[in-house]
């Protein structure tokens, strides 16, 4: 696996300030929160997820391409698209709906459960919602260094360690992955089966088992690192200075604007009572 | 520039001092080499120039350290930061960002040097190590050699008059030692750079250093010159460090009564020395006789690889088109660069990378199907850092866990892991915990590990890579006895003395394929031009025989081992 391995490009994505990305990832971040209607939420998919997935080339990267990443996008609708048919209306209230004359799409019961059209099309939300956050998400972390998240932040007024906290953690994913895996493969040589064979329980036990070695190696890890740490002078000066310049240019300010405007649209229709659960389109 | 006066440090976890009575200075301009057994002290010596100690590893500090002008006890670690920079041995924990400038940066962006001049410094920097196209390239992607240049860059950035670095090229092959060897020694004769290097690979260490420094038990028991240093061939052998070959042969013949005013060091001082005592060639010079060379045919294949091609993700074609036989008994030595594809092909023959294009059986097993788990007790893997090969709690627990995964009854078990652990020379270390022991130490405990399963076949990628002079004859020792005991050992490996000295046959491999597969006699002899132009240096005394011969006397060119050149020299000077 590569995540968390490759951050460079050439994209207009990839050339942005950091800052401006943080901006934008947040402003998905909310309104997808705010719609409930599943239409509002494609349409924030179709405006401000999809094309940025475009520029960005995000998903050309091989380590989104691998099956692990499609099962899960699969499985979370698999999931939760017939859970929220099934369960999203309790059973006490559906007379209650009823009788206020509210249409739920009343698909059949299963048994004291009503399974609705209403849950169903909630469900199919709930997946594009975590698909649009987790998508903002990797647009803006797969096209940013942490450093330079760190960094950008921290003109901000985040404190150092914070930033450091942030980028080395990022930084040291891979590192803690091939510790895993190499501990891995140091007990299969020795014959354990656990990995390879048996059942599933056999196999959480066998990675249950695998932490604390994991973890002794990382300790290690981290004991000769903050030597260096010390070495390089981290902390010395009241106020690190950067040498990289952070700098919004007027790619930023367009980004931006782009990214605003249409926020500020869907919240405004959001004020005005669009795309709430309740205001479902055939009731 | 540096100052040491009687200085003992006691960790706080220890009641002995580890380093006990330590004097000497080091003037500028200086290239020191400390080297000593593992646990000696001698990264501990470097901790304190750089103020590691007192200022951050707990302990007591007696004594006076002082690093130009500067009382390391009154002084920061960031003030004498601009006085020392430090290289480490592990890329992977001192090199913590994803692009090279922003390593280079780190200290002066800690230190509130402004932004302008850490560009600029950055540049120079870059250039001075020979890292100017590597700038905005991930450290994490880079070759080892490179690595560690990044390192020492991160080290001079601050400018500092002394560099200090600790086995900065135990993880590298000859290539990025040389890498590293050839920067350091820019520096110090171009920039006047004092450096101080704890390193045990002698015969370059005699090339690019002034002075050597011998530790042992946490005192300095020797410091001078690096021909002055190699002549107390004893002390050498004491502390495990590794002795020129033509050193130690002259230190033999010494013994056996000849006359060396001073032993030799280089291969031309030696031939030197060598001329003088040996006649010339009475007769042609024929080969050297040795018993049993194997040859790989004929008798039972234990392992057969046919067309062999691997492809990385990436795609990076590994193995192309690769065909291999091994008997059972044989001592095979796979050798070749860095990317040549000799790690890949040793991990296609345990199964932990998955045959999909050609054809490899082991022991009749077909491992495009095998699991790895099941060739346990059948084949042993051992990968090249010790610590990717150990993960239990305690030494005792780490060489009982295969034993049990083969069901080895209990009290067997019992019974034999304090024997094999002596065997070892890990007596008294059952309980001890793995984190704890020296590299050389850990290498022993997964040896020790992989030889309670009592394997047929040895797969060993690098054996020697970072190990003491010690270990490595010990666990080579035991390789051998297991091959005579009629297992099978292969090897992966950079280390040509040991090829020389242990493989029966080699086979070298380059961008993929193999070029040879012939006996180790007949590679050093004919392809020593091959090897030269793959960058691996053939064993100091087969160069020496050959630059005897050249020289119209009796030595046969194919002479691979110190006692081998003895024995020949004895009888030429006889005759």
């Known amino acids: ?283 | 520039m540096i100052e040491f006066s009687h200085v003992f440090f006691t960790p706080e976890e220890r009641k002995e001092p580890a380093l006990k009575d330590i004097t000497f200075s080091v003037r500028s301009g200086e290239f020191v080499v400390v080297i000593g057994s593992s646990g000696s002290g001698k990264s501990l010596l470097c901790q304190c120039i750089n103020g590691i100690i007192p200022h951050y590893l707990a302990g007591t500090l007696e004594g006076i350290v002082t690093i130009a002008g500067l009382d390391t006890k009154t002084h920061k670690i960031s003030e004498l930061a601009k006085k020392v920079g430090m290289v480490f041995q592990d890329p992977e924990t001192q090199l913590f960002e994803m692009r090279v400038s922003d390593d280079l940066a780190m200290v002066l962006e800690n230190l509130g040097v402004p932004a302008e001049e850490i560009r600029e410094r950055i540049k120079t920097t870059a250039a001075t190590v020979e890292i100017e196209d590597l700038l905005e390239r991930n450290p994490m992607y880079l070759s080892g050699g490179q690595k560690q240049r990044v390192a020492i860059g991160c080290g001079l950035i601050a400018g500092p008059e002394i560099l200090v670095l600790d086995e900065p090229t135990s993880d590298l092959d000859p290539l990025g030692t040389q890498m590293v060897y050839s920067t350091l020694s820019k520096l110090n004769t171009e920039n006047g750079t004092t450096i101080i290097m704890v390193d045990h690979k002698s015969s370059l260490i005699s090339e690019i250093s002034s002075r050597v420094i011998v530790m042992d038990e946490g005192t300095i028991v020797k410091d001078g010159s690096p021909s002055q240093v190699f002549q107390d061939v004893d002390l050498m052998y004491k502390i495990g460090a590794f002795i020129p070959q033509v050193t130690e042969t002259a230190w033999r013949l010494r013994k056996d009564g000849y006359r060396f005013e001073r032993f030799p060091i280089h291969v031309k001082e030696a031939a030197g020395a060598f001329c003088r005592l040996l006649p010339e060639a009475k007769a042609p010079v024929g080969r050297h006789h040795r018993a049993g060379t194997a040859s790989g045919g004929g008798l039972q294949p234990v392992v057969e690889v046919r067309d062999l091609k691997y492809t990385y993700p990436g795609p990076v074609q590994a193995l192309k088109g690769v065909n291999l036989k091994v008997s059972r008994g044989e001592f095979l030595a796979i050798i070749g660069q860095n990317g040549s594809g000799k790690s890949t092909l040793l991990k296609t023959l345990n199964g932990l990378l998955r045959v999909e294009e050609g054809r490899v059986r082991v022991q009749g097993r077909d491992m495009s199907r095998i699991k790895v788990s099941d060739m346990a007790g059948i084949t042993s893997f051992l990968f090249q850092n010790p610590a990717n090969s150990i993960f239990c709690e305690t030494v005792g627990e780490e060489v009982a866990y295969g034993m049990r995964n083969l069901s080895v009854p209990d009290e067997q078990i019992r019974s034999e892991v304090p024997s094999i652990l002596t065997e070892f020379g890990l007596a008294g270390l059952e309980q001890a915990l793995p984190e704890n022991l020296s590299r050389g130490e850990k290498q022993l405990t997964a040896v020790s590990a992989a030889f309670a399963m009592k394997p047929e076949l040895v797969l060993f990628d690098e054996p020697t890579s970072g190990m003491d002079h010690t270990t490595i004859g010990l666990i080579m020792a035991k390789l051998k006895q297991l091959v005579e005991k009629s297992a099978t050992v292969i090897m992966v490996t950079h280390d040509m003395e040991v090829t020389a000295r242990y493989a029966s046959r080699v086979v070298v491999m380059n961008e993929g394929i193999i070029l040879r597969d012939e006996s180790t006699a007949e590679l050093f002899t004919k392809d020593i031009e091959l090897l030269k132009s793959l960058r691996l240096i053939p064993p100091q005394i087969t160069l020496l025989a050959q630059e005897l011969r050249s020289r119209g006397k009796g030595i046969p060119p194919d002479i691979l081992t110190v006692e081998e050149f003895c024995q020949t020299f004895e009888k030429e000077v006889r005759l």
Not at chain 1, 145 to 173: C, H, Q
Not at chain 1, 248 to 264: C, E, M, N, P, Q
Request: net charge positive.
């Open chain 1, 1 to 283: 696996m590569v995540l968390f391995r490759d951050y460079t490009g050439t994209t207009l994505m990839h050339r942005l300030d950091p800052r401006s990305k943080a901006i934008y990832m947040t402003a998905v971040l909310v309104i997808a929160i705010l719609f409930s209607d599943y239409t509002y939420q494609l349409a924030i998919t179709l405006s401000l997820v999809v094309p940025l997935l475009i520029i960005s080339k995000i998903l050309a990267r091989p380590e989104l391409r691998n099956k692990l990443f499609l099962t899960g996008i699969i499985l979370t609708f698999a999931l939760l698209v017939p859970a929220n048919a099934v369960f999203r209306l309790p059973a006490g209230d559906y007379p209650e709906l009823v009788r206020q004359g509210v249409d739920v799409g009343l698909l059949f019961w299963l048994g004291p459960f009503p399974v609705t059209t209403y849950g169903a099309l909630l469900g199919v939300n709930y997946g594009i919602r975590i698909l649009n956050m987790l998508l903002s998400l990797l647009i803006f972390t797969g096209t940013s260094f942490p450093r330079d998240v760190g960094n950008s932040l921290e003109k901000w007024g985040i404190p150092t360690y914070l930033s450091y906290m942030f980028a080395m953690t990022i930084r040291y994913i891979p590192t803690v992955e091939d510790n895993v895996f190499s501990v891995m493969n140091a007990q299969k040589v020795k014959g354990f089966k656990g990995y390879e064979r048996g059942s599933f329980a056999e196999k959480l036990k066998a990675y249950v088992g695998m932490f604390v070695p994991v973890l002794l190696l990382s300790i290690d890890m981290i004991n000769k690192m903050s030597i260096v740490m010390e070495s390089r002078c981290f902390g010395a000066a009241p106020k690190r200075t950067i040498f990289r310049e952070y700098r919004f240019k007027l790619r930023d300010f367009l980004f931006l604007a782009y990214v605003l405007s249409v926020t500020g649209a869907f919240v405004a229709l959001w004020i005005l009572g669009y795309g709430h659960a309740y205001t479902f389109f055939w009731s």
